[in-house]
């Protein structure tokens, strides 16, 4: 089935943890992005990519990483989790031109204690 | 300055009312997004928009692009669309997507 698939869904890290959330679209979109949504506020930007090879900082890409490798894998890693990071991570992915939805991935909820 | 300014933050209406929800930007765009997020989930797109209207079912979006304004209304309106409802553009310049804060709409039976 078309769309974008965000794993996992629930995860909880100890402070200094490290680990990778995972995005998958087979839509063969260009755009893919990360966001973190926290209670009372509108969605964060904390990276995008705009092809495979190129990925570009939001307004929150601190204690963040990602890599565009490939069209379909967008991963984001935390590579030492504090507790700021606990937050609601959405992946999203759009096409160009006159077809150009925006789909977006189940979200993660992540819990760092 | 936000690029993306959504209005109101808050809406409640009784079931039946005809709603609006409005979205201004500042940035030249290639497409606006309007978006429906319910309480505990996920986040689904209603409309893309370049230019014009598009209809579905009870949800009209409206976009001028001189004027960088959009407008979702909701006609006859049902407890089922409370939820958050964001607005979304796509940078024509730095072709990311910039998103306003949103707008929740409660509405009562």
């Known amino acids: 089935n078309a769309g974008v698939t965000q794993t996992p869904k629930f995860q909880v890290l100890k402070t200094g943890q490290s680990m990778t959330l995972q995005c998958a679209q087979d839509m063969n979109h260009e755009y893919m992005s990360w966001y973190r949504q926290d209670p009372g506020m509108g969605l964060r930007l904390i990276h995008y990519?705009?092809?495979?090879?190129?990925?570009d900082q939001g307004e929150v890409p601190n204690g963040y990483n990602v890599s565009r490798s490939t069209t379909e894998d967008f991963p984001l890693r935390l590579l030492s989790a504090a507790p700021s990071q606990t937050s609601v991570y959405f992946c999203?992915?759009?096409?160009?031109?006159?077809?150009?939805?925006?789909?977006f991935g189940e979200g993660s909820r992540l819990t760092v204690l | 300055k936000n690029e993306v300014e959504q209005s109101p933050q808050n809406l409640t209406a009784q079931e039946g009312e005809f709603i609006t929800i409005n979205c201004s930007y500042s940035?030249?765009?290639?497409?606006l997004h309007w978006l429906q997020q319910h309480p505990g989930g996920g986040i689904v797109s209603l409309f893309m928009?370049?230019?014009g209207k598009k209809k579905h079912g009870r949800l009209i979006a409206t976009i001028n692009i001189q004027e960088k304004h959009s407008s979702l209304h909701i006609t006859a309106s049902h407890p089922r669309d409370s939820a958050v409802y964001i607005c979304?553009?796509?940078?024509?310049?730095?072709?990311?997507?910039?998103f306003g804060q949103g707008t929740r709409l409660t509405i009562n039976p």
């Open positions: 999203a992915s759009v096409g160009t031109g006159d077809t150009g939805e925006l789909f």
């Open positions: 928009l370049s230019s």
């Open positions: 990519s705009v092809g495979a090879g190129i990925t």
């Open positions: 979304a553009v796509r940078d024509l310049g730095a072709q990311k997507l910039v």
């Open positions: 940035v030249g765009i290639s497409a």
